[in-house]
């Protein structure tokens, strides 16, 4: 058994899917059945007994500064969130891996899944029933991830948190130091550089039931879950829109950001009523979509 010695609360991306709900604040600040996400994440973890808990931050990371005040967690800045994936936020995080979860900011657990003691490396999973466009792993007999594809079916897939141990953090980081500075890397998740080394970090699967662990893509993922965001986004973008279109936050569905600009998404489309919109981020523009 290993002892956790800290959580990793990865935090610094744009959530640029999530439109137009990111452009106002950071993802994990969104709130959800009554308790913010990361906030309902950290009570969770110290509820198990988690020692020291890390915020890896980027986007308006400001916005996220009153957690270690309230919480007592320490925040770690990832600097370079624009320009790569969450491989830099494993990266600033260097210094504190050890026997440690890694988690993501945006993750609702429906019942507490973290342990102070874990019996080695995991990574979290669910059960789609048919098709699945997700991260599907197969294991060998002792359960140990051998395989991992893109999409598939009546599979076991990603999400949620994962734990390292210590010895895969070591040998996650010497293989991240040695590939960092690659034009290549920039652009990869964790999970690639993972999956690129399967071999010798070896990780298990760990199952979990169906509605115990969720992820919201957009918008109208989350209201799927809590309806209370139908008639009230908590959107100052989509308040407007509504009244300028005279309109219920309701009738606003179908929403898909486009990716450019500082914020990774210049803007979104929407439908109302049958006609498709466009709303530009950075000049608040709404027109007609001619692109349907």
């Known amino acids: 058994m290993y002892k956790a010695d800290n959580a990793i609360i990865l935090a610094a991306g744009t959530s640029s899917r999530f439109a137009p709900l990111s452009f106002e604040r950071p993802k994990a600040l ?6 913010v996400l990361i906030e309902r994440q950290i009570r969770q973890l110290q509820e ?3 020692p020291t808990i890390y915020v890896v931050t980027g986007y308006k990371a400001e916005q996220l500064a009153y957690l270690k005040d309230k919480f007592g967690v320490e925040l770690i800045h ?9 491989n830099a936020s494993i990266y600033v ?5 050890r026997n440690s979860y890694i988690c993501s900011a945006d993750n609702y657990f429906a019942e507490n899944p973290f342990t102070l003691e874990v019996d080695g490396s995991y990574y979290a999973a669910v059960y789609a029933d048919g098709e699945t466009a997700e991260w599907c792993m197969t294991t060998d007999a002792h359960g140990i991830i051998h395989s991992v594809t893109v999409g598939g079916h009546d599979a076991w897939y990603m999400l949620g948190h994962t734990f390292w141990d210590e010895r895969f953090s070591r040998r996650f980081l010497e293989i991240l130091l040695a590939e960092y500075d690659k034009p290549e890397t920039a652009d990869k998740l964790w999970e690639d550089i993972y999956i690129a080394h399967l071999d010798e ?3 298990a699967m760990r199952k979990y039931g169906d509605g115990t662990i969720f992820e919201f893509d957009t918008l109208d993922e989350l209201r799927a879950f809590d309806d209370s965001y139908c008639d009230d986004t908590r959107s100052a973008i989509l308040r407007r829109i509504a009244g300028e279109l005279q309109c219920r936050q309701r009738e606003i569905t179908d929403i898909r950001a486009y990716r450019g600009g500082a914020n990774d998404a210049a803007g979104f489309t929407f439908t109302l009523r049958g006609r ?7 000049t608040q523009a709404l027109s007609i979509n001619q692109h349907q």
Do not use: C, F, Q
Request: charged share 25%; no cysteine; hydrophobic share 35%.
């Open 276 to 282: 498709s919109y466009r709303y530009a981020y950075e």
């Open 30 to 35: 969104v709130e959800v059945r009554g308790e």
């Open 78 to 86: 990832n600097p370079d969130y624009l320009t790569r994936n969450n």
């Open 201 to 203: 970090l070896k990780m």
């Open 48 to 50: 198990a007994g988690i």
């Open 93 to 97: 995080a260097r210094h504190v891996l």
